[in-house]
């Protein structure tokens, strides 16, 4: 089958490059949902996170999606809110080859500082089981190991992830969470990560791009790809760090970006940045009901400025080419 969308050049899709044909016909059943209109390409000023003052971040997108940062909510109304709606909390990390040397501090961290007051499933999707560790948690949050299949190279890794989530959704996790956040395991909480984050779908704007032209994004510029952005699009660059929302939005989210990454595949491309480009492609088409400011996906490598007030979540440094060799 041909599919040539306008100013791309024809691309394929070819059976046998996919991996798992079955996730095209899975469809969650959610009664009284309609389904999500994607937004049409349009020109318009991109939005900046540092408008107002550069000490005072933007608190609400061009699409009315509010941007959330200290300051902008009430925690205890919050808690008031969404505490008898009896939610539970979906959070994938993939701890792969050697980084499940940071699955302990990451939980440890979650454990003091992620959705206090609420049931949470840890999802932790790795090629090596047994080198989980076992981290006491508290009352009404569990872990579940996820074994996934070993591969050679970190860029199939990083492609694999959003296939991984996507089918770990469509097959269990629906039942099982209302809301699904992904993280990465290389990071770690630093301060509260509550109910302010809750959206239908969530992005996280990341932190070495917040305060840049758009014609600097290292989106994929390369027409061939699906995830191609020109020059004169985007809103934020949103970290693959971090994405996230209600299960069903989530499971159309990455099964999108998935059907792009095979649709690349098939044809010998490998996006510029993996799965985040597609990530960001995706977001200007399907805008995010709720965006984090970088203090919900902070690099612990740069001063935090005066824009920011407080950390919640952020990297941790490390030997980068070392972990992926």
């Not at 000490?55 to 902008?72: D, F, R, Y």
């Not at 969404?82 to 701890?95: E, R």
């Not at 929302?245 to 649709?263: D, N, P, Q, S, W």
């Not at 990297?315 to 080419?321: A, I, R, V, Y």
């Amino acid at each position: 089958m041909w599919v040539c969308v306008q100013n791309w050049l024809p691309f394929s899709y070819v059976p046998y490059y996919l991996p798992c044909p079955e996730i095209f016909n899975m469809k969650l059943q959610y009664k009284g949902e309609r389904p999500f209109q994607p937004v049409a390409q349009s020109q318009y000023p991109q939005p900046k996170l540092l408008e107002q003052r550069p000490t005072e971040l933007l608190t609400l997108t061009p699409w009315l999606a509010p941007i959330v940062s200290e300051g902008t909510f009430n925690p205890e109304l919050l808690q008031h809110i969404y505490q008898p709606l009896n939610l539970t909390i979906g959070l994938t990390v993939f701890a792969v080859g050697k980084y499940t040397q940071f699955v302990q501090h990451f939980l440890e961290s979650a454990e003091r500082f992620f959705m206090h007051g609420y049931r949470v499933c840890y999802y932790v999707f790795t090629d090596s089981p047994q080198a989980i560790p076992q981290v006491p948690l508290g009352a009404g949050r569990q872990l579940s190991v996820i074994p996934i299949q070993k591969h050679s190279g970190w860029e199939e890794i990083s492609m694999r992830r959003m296939e991984a989530i996507s089918l770990h959704i469509a097959r269990r996790a629906h039942r099982e969470v209302d809301y699904l956040f992904c993280l990465d395991v290389d990071m770690v909480f630093r301060n509260p990560w509550g109910p302010e984050t809750l959206g239908d779908l969530v992005a996280a704007i990341h932190p070495g791009y917040y305060s840049v032209p758009r014609q600097q994004f290292p989106y994929e510029r390369r027409h061939v790809s699906t995830a191609f952005v020109a020059d004169s699009e985007g809103d934020f660059y949103y970290g693959g760090a971090v994405f996230g929302g209600r299960v069903a939005r989530v499971y159309e989210f990455t099964k999108g970006c998935h059907m792009a990454i095979l649709a690349d595949k098939a044809n010998g491309i490998m996006a510029a940045w993996q799965e985040e480009s597609h990530l960001n492609r995706r977001f200007l088409s399907h805008k995010p009901s709720k965006v984090l400011s970088p203090e919900y996906l902070w690099d612990d490598r740069k001063p935090q400025p005066p824009s920011l007030k407080l950390i919640r979540f952020s990297t941790l440094d490390k030997d980068t080419s070392w972990l992926r060799s």
